[in-house]
């Protein structure tokens, strides 16, 4: 096991501080919000460490910000919307974390933009005719989720406008979402770790970076009590947008 000193010269100092700041503020906005969090923390690590490294990290990372959100709210997740959205998943998750290791990253950020910016308008067109997602609608989302979230992080933005037409709200909407994007990640770990694509450092960076995301959970969660249903959902929106810019600059510069 790499110690912390190796880890330091691997990366920097200047590097893991900004990590770590990044990581509490991005898990807190993930905390109000349900989502957007993991993508943004994806974008800052790309930068610093690079694309391809990033999702590997993030997943180990994430398993410790989906896990505190997921004790925090356990008795707000839905269990029916949980189990339909990961029964379409499940199989499309693990294909495409296999993929991963020679997708080219910018094609798949490039399709991840369209696909997010598709989901703001997606849902208010949803919203504005009173349409409500059924168990048959998650699942069919669930398997364009899997199809994505195999491959990167934040593609849970996909399942925002479902999730939200199925009526699920606030503390309902970030404990169920926590939940999906936990066995998600758990999914993503295994494959990439058969892969050898998680390496000690990488495997140390993303366990540093997960515990530091834990009191940034607590704060998003204070800050989501505040939160009206209204504020909720445009802060969805306008998170789900700025990721969609970051995967916009990920494919240009990749």
Known sequence: MIGLD??????????LVTIAVAGFVTSSIHGAVGVAGGMLMTGILALLIGVRASVPVMSIALTFSHGTRCLMNWRNIHVRA???????AIPFIVLTSVIYTILPVNILAAVLAVI?????PMRHWAQSRNIQAGYATLISIGAVYGFFAGAAIGSATILGPFL???GLFKELFV?????ISLSTNILRIGVFSGAELITSEYALLGLLAGLIMIPGNWV????????TIR????????????????FVYLAVTN
């Not at 949980?82 to 379409?88: H, R, T």
């Not at 997010?116 to 703001?120: K, Y």
């Not at 802060?235 to 789900?240: E, I, P, R, T, Y």
């Open 6 to 15: 190796a880890l330091v010269t691997e990366f920097g100092i200047p590097t």
């Open 116 to 120: 997010i910016f598709t989901s703001i």
């Open 175 to 179: 404990a169920t979402m926590a939940m």
């Open 164 to 166: 939200l037409g199925f």
């Open 231 to 246: 504020r909720h959902g445009q802060l969805v929106n306008l998170f789900a947008a700025i990721g969609g810019l970051n």
């Open 220 to 227: 998003g969660r204070a800050v989501l009590r505040r939160l």
């Open 82 to 88: 949980f189990g339909a959205v990961m029964f379409g």
